[in-house]
């Protein structure tokens, strides 16, 4: 009786470490992208802070800047506007998180900024 305890005991700690290492990889499966998006958002705000009003240059200097991020967008999808006063910025993306093959969750992003 009492090796079939540990036994239990043993099962039970081992599932628990199991669940913990899941769950830790599902948050950075799900984390990463937001944190991609967080990041862009905040240097796309600073781009077109600076950006003098140059269009093309402010352009490239996202399209640069998604691309060191890996985040899925082409050239085509982001627009640079200037108006009087205010450049603007505006692209969206898709990304699918999978985990394991098991579950598929399809986040959309959209950043639209005007400084």
């Given at each position: 009786?009492?090796?079939?305890?540990?036994?239990q005991g043993f099962i039970k700690v081992l599932f628990v470490i199991v669940l913990l290492i899941f769950l830790g990889y599902a948050g950075v499966q799900f984390g990463m992208p937001y944190y991609r998006y967080s990041a862009f958002k905040s240097d796309?705000?600073?781009?077109?802070?600076?950006?003098?009003?140059?269009?093309?240059?402010t352009k490239e200097q996202v399209?640069?800047?998604a691309q060191e991020l890996k985040i899925p967008v082409s050239q085509e999808d982001i627009k640079v506007s200037k108006t009087e006063n205010t450049v603007i910025v505006t692209t969206a993306w898709s990304e699918t998180v999978d985990i394991l093959g098991f579950y598929q969750k399809r986040l959309n992003f959209n950043i639209r900024i005007e400084e």
């Amino acid at each position: 009786m009492r090796t079939l305890r540990n036994e239990q005991g043993f099962i039970k700690v081992l599932f628990v470490i199991v669940l913990l290492i899941f769950l830790g990889y599902a948050g950075v499966q799900f984390g990463m992208p937001y944190y991609r998006y967080s990041a862009f958002k905040s240097d796309v705000k600073e781009l077109a802070r600076v950006s003098l009003g140059q269009v093309d240059k402010t352009k490239e200097q996202v399209v640069e800047r998604a691309q060191e991020l890996k985040i899925p967008v082409s050239q085509e999808d982001i627009k640079v506007s200037k108006t009087e006063n205010t450049v603007i910025v505006t692209t969206a993306w898709s990304e699918t998180v999978d985990i394991l093959g098991f579950y598929q969750k399809r986040l959309n992003f959209n950043i639209r900024i005007e400084e």
